[in-house]
């Protein structure tokens, strides 16, 4: 049971695989790790929070400025209870945020202060994920020794095909399971 109390901060970013990080959760739930979700805004049109907080039998966070029951600050906390934070999906708009060092959200702030491993599984539309941006972007974050399962090639929610589709939940799980042997 490599992942039995292990905390897993897991990051929900706005693309259509965001569905997805839901089975993720059942799956880290049912392996006994401890997962705490954090959805960006616009991961917030894809999926709930109700369901991430239920699947994931702890609170989820959306909003870096919400008022807190103790005073601790949540992107620090959480970026030091973190064993690994995975980002499922981690959509072109966050590779890109975080290869430049922004700190407008509390996935990335959370990240940007945290020492743990971080695993990205990107996912968007093939053109998207090959543009030159994206895959410098992903060059820049692998230079700072940041994890990536990358995404596979089949036809997409947007009806394209190519590479682009989130990596199968099998396999995401068996690279976080990695980082822990
Ligand atoms: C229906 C729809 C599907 C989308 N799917 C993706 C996707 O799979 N990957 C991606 O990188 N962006 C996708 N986007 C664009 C992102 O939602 C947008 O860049 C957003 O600002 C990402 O914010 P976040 O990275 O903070 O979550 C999609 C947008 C829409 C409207």
Known sequence: M????????????????????????????????????????DGSKFVTPLTLQTLSRNKVRTDMFEIQNS??????????????????????????RLAIGVADDLLACTILASRA?????????????HHKATRNNIEILK???????M???????????GDGRLADVSVIIAAIMEIFK
Not at 2 to 24: E, Q, R
Not at 151 to 161: I, N, T, V
């Open 143 to 149: 230079s700072y020794n940041y994890q990536f399962v």
């Open 151 to 161: 995404p596979e090639k089949g036809e997409l929610a947007c009806g394209d095909f």
């Open 117 to 129: 491993s971080v695993l990205l599984c990107p996912a968007m539309n093939p053109n998207m994920f």
């Open 71 to 96: 005073w601790e600050i949540d992107h620090v906390s959480l970026a030091k209870k973190a064993d690994v934070v995975v980002v499922v999906p981690a959509t072109a708009d966050t590779i890109a």
């Open 2 to 41: 490599v992942l039995k109390n292990k905390n897993i901060v897991l990051g929900i970013c706005g693309g259509i695989a965001a569905y997805k990080s839901c089975d993720i959760i059942r799956r880290l739930v049912g392996l006994e790790a401890s997962v705490e979700c954090i959805l960006t805004r």
